[in-house]
Nanobody, 123 residues
C-alpha cells in the first residue's frame, strides 16, 4: 500500500505561484508513475501532469504546459507540482496519484490517491 498526502494548496491571486507537495509513505515511490489530477467546482476530475519513475519523462495537460512543472525526489519519497502564472480556471482540488508500470493520463489506471489539496486562484 502507498499512502499519499498532498500539501501546499491555498489562496493566491491570478499570476501568482504555488508549489504543491505529495509525500508518500508505506512504500518507496521510485517504482511508481506519479500523477497530478485536479477537480474544479462542478467539473469532472481531469489529468494535469505525470512523471515517469526516474523523472526523465513528463507530460502535461495542454492548458498548463509552460506554467506547471512536475518533479520528484525519490530519496525523499515526494513529488512536486510547481504552478506559476496561475489563472482563476486553475481553481480546483489537486490530487496526487500513483501507479506501477506504463505512463498514462487515464485516472482509472492509478491505484493510489491522496485526499487532495485546495487551490483557489482569485481574479
Amino acid at each position: 500500500q502507498v499512502q499519499l498526502v498532498e500539501s501546499g494548496g491555498g489562496l493566491v491571486q491570478a499570476g501568482g505561484s504555488l508549489r504543491l507537495s505529495c509525500a508518500a509513505s508505506g512504500r518507496t515511490i521510485s517504482n511508481y508513475v506519479m500523477g497530478w489530477f485536479r477537480q474544479g467546482p462542478g467539473k469532472e476530475r481531469e489529468f494535469t501532469a505525470y512523471i515517469s519513475q526516474s523523472g526523465a519523462g513528463t507530460y502535461y495537460k495542454d492548458s498548463v504546459k509552460g506554467r506547471f512543472t512536475i518533479s520528484r525526489d525519490n530519496a525523499k519519497n515526494t513529488v512536486y507540482l510547481q504552478m506559476n502564472t496561475l489563472k482563476p480556471e486553475d481553481t480546483a482540488v489537486y490530487y496526487c496519484a500513483a501507479k506501477r508500470g506504463f505512463l498514462t493520463a487515464n485516472a482509472d489506471q492509478y491505484d493510489y490517491w491522496g485526499q487532495g489539496t485546495q487551490v483557489t486562484v482569485s481574479s
